[in-house]
C-alpha cells in the first residue's frame, strides 16, 4: 500500500533515438566493430552511434539526432570496404524482413550538351528519364564541361550507358 500507484513510462519519456537501416552489397560477413570505426570519422557524429548487427547484411545504426541522420541520408551514395551500402530511415513499426533496399542516391554527370542547355533545368529534364530528380537549392556545376544532378535510381535496374537527347530540327 506504502509502494502507491503504478508509474507509466509515456513515449514522450523515452530518449529519442532516429534509425538507419543499411544493406551492404556485398558477400564477405560483415565486422560490425570495423564497419563502426570506418564510419565514426566519416560520419562525424557528435554523440556517436550505435550498431547492430540485423542478420541477413542488414545493419542498424542508432543515433539521438535527427539531424545527423537527415545530413548522413542527404550525403548518399556510400560504401564499405568498396561496395555499395543502401541507406533509409527506420521507424521501428516496420519489420525489418519488409524493407526493400532498392533505391539510393547518385550523382549523375551530363556530359556533351550545347552551352545554351548547359544548366540545370536542362540536366535535370534529362536526368528525369533515369530516376527521380533530388532538387537542391545550389547548382552543381553548372557552366562547366559537365553538370551534375541528383537522382535517385532503382538499382535492381542496369545503368544505361547513354542517353540520347533530341534538340529540335532533327538534330540529337
Known amino acids: 500500500d506504502r509502494e502507491g500507484p503504478t508509474f507509466d513510462l509515456e513515449d514522450d519519456m523515452a530518449t529519442p ?7 551492404f ?3 564477405r560477413a560483415l565486422n560490425m566493430e570495423a564497419i563502426a570505426s570506418t564510419l565514426k570519422p566519416l560520419w562525424r557524429s557528435k554523440n556517436g552511434f550505435k550498431v ?3 542478420g541477413n547484411h542488414i545493419v542498424l545504426f542508432i543515433f539521438d539526432s535527427k539531424l545527423e541522420v537527415d545530413t548522413i541520408l542527404d550525403n548518399e551514395p556510400w560504401s564499405f570496404d568498396k561496395h555499395l551500402m543502401v ?3 527506420y521507424d521501428k513499426d516496420t519489420l525489418i524482413e519488409e524493407l526493400q533496399f532498392n533505391r539510393t542516391t547518385f550523382w549523375v554527370q551530363v556530359h556533351d550538351i550545347p552551352v545554351r542547355f548547359m544548366n540545370q533545368k536542362g540536366a535535370e529534364g534529362i536526368c528525369s528519364n533515369v530516376g527521380t530528380v533530388i532538387k537542391k537549392s545550389e547548382v552543381e556545376g553548372e557552366g562547366g564541361r559537365f553538370i551534375r544532378v541528383r537522382v535517385r535510381l532503382d538499382i535492381t535496374i542496369p545503368l544505361s550507358r547513354g542517353r540520347k537527347v533530341s534538340m529540335g530540327q532533327g538534330k540529337e
Open 52 to 54: 547492430k548487427n540485423m
Open 25 to 27: 552489397f556485398t558477400r
Open 87 to 89: 541507406l533509409q530511415c
Open 17 to 23: 533515438e532516429f534509425l538507419i537501416a543499411a544493406k
